[in-house]
């Protein structure tokens, strides 16, 4: 009986290690999905339109095209990045937000000497048309300086401009991760099992213990009855 009741505990370990190391790998594929999830991307690291990203400003323009039904506005907009290079996006934002840009536009047009702090701007990505297109490429010897401009014309505009701009009015969408909802799931599923085992099988192995128990005083009972008729 002893023997049994060890063996039952041991096995009753191993089980328990096993959904542990179960958790242990569902918990940390669940937390990178989480992470990866709401990860937001640099501009440069942006593969398709779903990816929400983000820009950090360091010049702006007047807007040079408008949608006057939303009152968006379409920008030139400068990065700098470490090395000290600058590159040229357009950016669309809510002409309502015009005086949180204002001091990089006014920089931008040398109505002011006193660099102003980047602004990090976020949204999504918009496939530019080619009425857009058109528009930028107007209006861009207007933004830069006649010994920094670069000829834009249609052949080269994705290789200087790129093929799309940020909209900084698009806020941010939850995305639905299966992989997550699954992972998830299944982490839940193991923890109650895990837990069933640590509280019920211990229960079970004292009530078959005790029927063990029962069934041997009740061998014994008749035992002794057989002999002593």
């Known amino acids: 009986m002893k023997k049994k009741r060890e063996n039952n505990i041991v ?12 958790i242990s790998v569902l918990f940390i594929c669940s937390y990178r999905l989480f992470q990866e999830k709401k990860n937001i991307l640099s501009w440069e690291e942006v593969e398709s339109v779903e990816d929400y990203t ?6 702006m323009s007047e807007k040079f095209a408008y949608q006057e039904d939303t009152n968006i506005g379409i920008h030139f907009a400068i990065q700098k990045e470490e090395n000290g290079q600058w590159h040229t996006y357009l950016i669309a934002i809510n002409e309502n937000q015009y005086d949180k840009f204002k001091a990089l536009i006014d920089y931008a047009y040398e109505r002011t000497t006193k660099e102003p702090d980047p602004i990090r701007v976020y949204g999504y990505p918009v496939n530019t048309k080619k009425e857009l297109k058109d528009l930028a490429i107007k209006h861009l010897p207007d933004f830069l300086p006649v010994e920094n401009e670069i000829v834009i014309t249609e052949e080269n505009y994705d290789t200087y401009l790129g093929n799309s701009y940020l ?8 995305k639905f991760s299966i992989l997550l909802c699954v992972s998830l799931m299944l982490l839940f599923t193991v923890v109650v099992l895990f837990l069933l085992t640590i509280l019920d099988r211990g229960k079970k192995i004292e009530e078959v213990e005790k029927e063990q128990v029962k069934e041997t005083k009740r061998y014994r009972q008749r035992k002794r009855k057989k002999a002593t008729q």
């Open 54 to 59: 983000y820009l950090d400003i360091y010049k």
């Open 167 to 174: 909209d900084t009015t698009q806020e941010k969408k939850e």
């Open 11 to 22: 096995l009753k370990l191993f089980i328990c290690l096993i959904y542990l190391g179960i």
